[in-house]
């Protein structure tokens, strides 16, 4: 039989429900709140009463609380997502809350809510998420490859990056055995590694592994023991490629075994001493020279090895050295059984020191005597050099300093080319002298050298190699002779046997003249002074001869002038100022003398020369030149075609090239080139032509030290190309 209760049996229930029980109106003021408020969050039920209770709503979970109750059915029982209440000390509790709308109920007239604490719940899901997240980065997010064994060794779970170091996807992984990855001669140390896993104890081991397509990669794995509850679950590693570091580990490895390599050829004694003079590298040549075992005092204090060091300068040095951490090089004598002198050089290093030294007794003993030698060589009027096996020099005499005007420090540790030889010394010389040092025989050579003062000097060499007893080369001798005075001398002669060559070849040119252009008109005006004396002064026939005989004399003062004229040619050439001349300014100066010319004919006209282009030389002489070849162009154009005249400079490796082309007559020039530039040598009888330009010109060239070149074939016209070697600007 179904009891009626009192309100205060309903209040006593609703009171001590773990859930809180509230009743709202539509604004959301609470009309009623069960006791159990005060428990779960610290209220009492009158301080709520006419509380709106939007405003103990999180902000954040209000927006989803607002749109719920839009939503509201009557008498329909709806379940809100979790929110946040604030409590009275100023917290929040997760409350986990049904709504139903009792609004039309005359007994509640409002909104039915039915709250459940579940803040402890929601917190600890929280912490779990949390983890799990935390750990799900771990596993999936680290750079290295991340993965899960089960207790059979098969792979459970591989990260992105096992992909990257394996080749294998995430599929082929699943239920593999670890095995299948390593490298046959890795599965012992690897069973070995597992065995303490799964022994409960964390290990590192690096194995190769074969990926996918056959390749192989060296792996650092960290492999530790899954527990849950107490029991063993499974193993989970961390695998890093350590592939590239390997190979720098193997190939400073190799390094250092080169480096061994290397310190052991070294011929002469060398070794090295840690912090507490400890041998930690011997050469087998130290170990031979100090007659001991190269392996036994590796570790030992040399010192102790060699007590006689500490009392020699040696010792000290070697302090000064680890402590000061500056290279010394000194000379000492080591008293072995018998006193040897060292050249001895000690190092300071990260961990010591290093010690090389080389046995120069034998280059001592040498010095000695060529000391006592160059007192002898020291008085000879000639240079004498004494040079090492590199040709560098050791020592000097006065005469050498006197004829070079160097000191004998300054020449030191030089070799004499490097010194001596200077820009006008033939390379071909220079080249062959070094050819002859490396015949290691001795040999002699004359070559242009140069004083300290810049002025030129002629030594005749006489270089002699001087061997050890073993065969070895140590030095050279070199004695230098001055022969300056005989190299000008023989350079005068030169001159003068090409000046009597030239001299020669005018006095040919004038036999010529003599013999045809003055014999011919000194002929004619003898036979004609006698034919006058036997004709009557009033006749004709005497007023003919007459004026033949006035031709005659006057193509003889012809003849004459010209001779005078190439005369002065080549005396102004000898002495003549040379200025600063541009050829642009020459050329166009020859063109405006002969512009109407040039216009007459309707000659194309075609310059090629840049505005600086100038060279020190005689204006006169370059005018005369470029004068007389384009006029030759002129007179000897050909009628059929218009005549193109090209000027044009460029430069050379001696000064200027200037270059005059036509398109004219032509010539041949197997036929002409024997007389092309000799006097009164005319090659077209058809056009008037005195047979004296050219001859000017090749007279003009040579005064300015250079040279002309003809290149021409008939009806192709002629290249007239004039080598001037004055210096340029």
């Not at 610290?42 to 749109?67: C, M, R, T």
């Not at 003993?365 to 004494?386: D, R």
Request: proline fraction near 3%; hydrophobic fraction near 40%.
């Amino acid at each position: 039989m179904m009891q009626n209760h009192s309100r205060e049996f309903y209040r006593a229930i609703i009171g001590n429900s773990m859930d809180l029980i509230a009743v709202m109106d539509e604004e959301g003021n609470y009309s009623f709140i069960g006791d159990s408020v005060t428990a779960i969050l610290g209220y009492e039920p009158k301080e709520l009463l006419g509380v709106n209770a939007f405003s103990l709503i999180h902000p954040k979970d209000l927006p989803a609380v607002q749109a719920m109750l839009e939503n509201l059915q009557p008498l329909k029982p709806t379940v809100f997502p979790l929110l946040r209440f604030k409590t009275k000390d100023g917290g929040w509790r997760w409350l986990e809350s049904t709504l139903c709308d009792m609004l039309q109920n005359e007994h509640v007239q409002g909104i039915l809510v039915t709250s459940h604490d579940v803040t402890e719940a929601t917190e600890l899901a929280y912490q779990n998420d949390f983890h799990q997240a935390y750990y799900r980065s771990l596993f999936f997010e680290h750079p290295d490859t991340v993965f899960t064994l089960n207790l059979h060794g098969e792979f459970q779970q591989v990260n992105k990056h096992g992909q990257t170091l394996t080749g294998y996807t995430e599929s082929e992984f699943l239920r593999t055995s670890y095995t299948t990855l390593v490298h046959p001669d890795f599965l012992e140390i690897t069973e070995k590694a597992m065995q303490k896993v799964w022994a409960g104890e964390a290990h590192t081991i690096e194995v190769c592994i074969i990926t996918q397509q056959g390749g192989l990669k060296n792996i650092s794995v960290s492999i530790m023991p899954i527990y849950f509850r107490g029991k063993l679950q499974g193993a989970q590693g961390i695998a890093k490629d350590v592939t590239e570091t390997v190979k720098a580990q193997q190939l400073i490895q190799e390094q250092a075994q080169q480096l061994n390599n290397i310190l052991e050829s070294i011929t002469e004694p060398f070794y090295a001493l840690d912090s507490s003079w400890r041998f930690t590298f011997v050469s087998s040549a130290y170990a031979s020279y100090m007659g001991l075992d190269q392996t036994a005092i590796v570790g030992q204090v040399i010192w102790e090895v060699l007590p006689g060091l500490v009392t020699t300068k040696f010792y000290k040095v070697c302090h000064e050295v680890a402590e000061q951490k500056i290279s010394a090089h000194f000379e000492t004598i080591y008293e072995a059984p018998e006193p040897r002198t060292l050249q001895v050089s000690v190092y300071p290093s990260t961990a010591g020191i290093a010690v090389h030294f080389i046995d120069i007794t034998e280059r001592k003993n040498l010095q000695s005597k060529l000391e006592k030698l160059s007192l002898v060589a020291s008085k000879t009027v000639n240079g004498i050099v004494i040079m090492d096996a590199d040709s560098r020099i050791e020592w000097v005499n006065d005469g050498f300093c006197r004829l070079t005007g160097y000191s004998r420090d300054e020449v030191l540790g030089l070799k004499p080319s490097d010194i001596l030889q200077g820009p006008d010394t033939d390379p071909k010389v220079s080249k062959r002298i070094l050819e002859k040092y490396k015949t290691l025989e001795p040999f002699s050579e004359e070559v242009l050298n140069y004083r300290k003062s810049g002025e030129k000097l002629w030594f005749y060499i006489d270089v002699t190699p001087i061997f050890d007893q073993e065969g070895k080369l140590v030095n050279y001798i070199a004695i230098e002779t001055d022969i300056t005075e005989k190299k000008e001398a023989e350079a005068k002669l030169v001159k003068l046997a090409d000046d009597l060559y030239k001299h020669n070849l005018d006095l040919q040119q004038f036999t010529y003249i003599i013999s045809h252009n003055l014999r011919a008109p000194v002929a004619n005006a003898l036979g004609l002074t006698q034919l006058m004396n036997k004709l009557p002064k009033d006749s004709a026939t005497y007023h003919t001869a007459l004026q033949k005989l006035q031709g005659s004399i006057q193509q003889l003062d012809t003849v004459v002038k010209d001779i005078n004229h190439i005369l002065s040619l080549r005396d102004s050439g000898r002495v003549s100022t040379r200025e600063q001349v541009s050829l642009a300014q020459v050329c166009q100066d020859v063109l405006d003398h002969l512009g109407e010319e040039i216009q007459h004919i309707g000659a194309n006209i075609k310059i090629d020369i840049a505005p600086e282009h100038c060279l020190l030389s005689i204006r006169a002489y370059l005018y005369s030149i470029l004068y007389n070849l384009v006029t030759n162009s002129l007179k000897y154009r050909s009628e059929k075609r218009q005549l193109t005249l090209t000027i044009a400079t460029e430069r050379d490796k001696r000064g200027y090239v200037l270059t005059v082309r036509d398109n004219g007559l032509g010539m041949e020039m197997h036929l002409v080139q024997n007389h092309l530039f000799q006097l009164y040598k005319r090659f077209h009888p058809n056009i008037y032509g005195k047979g004296i330009g050219l001859f000017l010109v090749k007279t003009q060239v040579q005064a300015l030290s250079g040279k002309i070149e003809v290149e021409s074939a008939p009806e192709a016209g002629t290249t007239f190309k004039v080598y001037l070697g004055a210096k340029h600007v």
